[in-house]
């Protein structure tokens, strides 16, 4: 297949360097007035919007930003107890099964942002609420400049019900997981399990793949990249992975994607230092294998649990 067939149009790759471009400032604005802290909750802000910005109208996008601004600051308020933090993932989770009625998908990252808070910044609720609100919002006027917009995918009220409850369940193991295991980088682990566990079953599958196969040669990529390339050219590298990470969500290409979003988070994680990047892939390449697995995991118990249903129903077994 050729080359082309995978390269972004290039009016897609001018948008998203608009995108980037755009995203910097009030990432920078918020860097200089309040610290690295709120420039990180503007970021997170808008990297949850990009999941659900497509496929809803303004007004429920606007209602997505704001559960995403409350569960990171539900995730501070409870960082410093574990029975309320698993409290406030169930209740995360359960909030997925309304957005699921209108489009499957669109607010995936609502538990991994309130274990991501409760980790990263303990204590300072409002601060991150209006800092990952602002990132919302700029994802959300950006969309309606360009005009993205995509076929909503509802799920129905069973299936959005029981992938709610599924991903509580998981949610909840991993945050014991790492909470009793002392796992690196846990909530790379729920981040993975959010982004690539929906209510169909054939693409959860096919996300576990794509986002294996992705992270993988991100890691790859981003390994190499530091051991050759000094720090200032791998930052600008960062940037370019970063150009092309919303270039691939936009077509969208899920294999791609992950690549590229792999390596910006790596290169910038890590700032470009070669032992911090290698260590830091072995973290990211673990703890998606985990997601990931729990996520097919998740799957086949659900499919057990319909087959049964329609059995006891007195129609056709779950293919």
Request: hydrophobic residues 60%; contains cysteine.
């Amino acid at each position: 297949m050729p080359l082309s067939r995978h390269l972004p149009p290039p009016k897609l790759f001018g948008t998203s360097v608009a995108a980037v471009s755009a995203a910097v400032v009030p990432v920078g604005v918020a860097w200089w007035l309040a610290g690295s802290g709120a420039a990180q909750s503007v970021y997170l802000g808008m990297v949850f919007m990009t999941v659900a910005v497509r496929r809803l109208s303004v007004a429920e996008q606007c209602w997505v930003g704001l559960a995403a601004g409350a569960a990171a600051a539900a995730g501070t308020l409870v960082s410093v107890s574990l029975p309320g933090l698993l409290a406030a993932v169930v209740v995360a989770c359960a909030a997925q099964w309304a957005f699921n009625r209108r489009s499957v998908g669109v607010a995936a990252l609502l538990p991994s942002n309130l274990v991501l808070y409760s980790v990263t910044a303990p204590g300072e609720w409002w601060h991150v609420a209006l800092a990952t609100w602002l990132g919302a919002a700029v994802v959300i006027a950006l969309a309606a400049v360009v005009r993205l917009r995509v076929p909503p995918e509802p799920a129905p009220d069973e299936d959005a019900v029981a992938h709610a409850a599924a991903l509580a369940c998981g949610c909840v193991l991993l945050v014991l997981a790492t909470h009793a295991f002392g796992l690196p980088r846990g909530t790379w682990a729920v981040l993975t399990l959010c982004l690539v566990f929906v209510p169909a079953a054939g693409q959860t599958r096919t996300l576990v793949l794509w986002r294996g196969l992705g992270t993988a040669a991100g890691a790859a990529v981003a390994v190499a990249v530091a051991a050759a390339a000094p720090v200032p050219v791998c930052l600008v590298l960062a940037a370019v992975a970063a150009v092309l990470t919303v270039a691939y969500a936009l077509m969208p290409d899920d294999l791609l994607y992950a690549a590229f979003l792999t390596a910006t988070v790596l290169l910038l994680f890590s700032s470009g230092r070669a032992p911090v990047t290698t260590e830091l892939a072995l973290q990211r390449l673990e703890m998606t294998a985990l997601g990931g697995a729990l996520a097919i995991f998740l799957t086949l118990a659900v499919g057990v649990w319909a087959g049964r249903r329609r059995r006891g129903r007195g129609g056709p077994p779950t293919p």
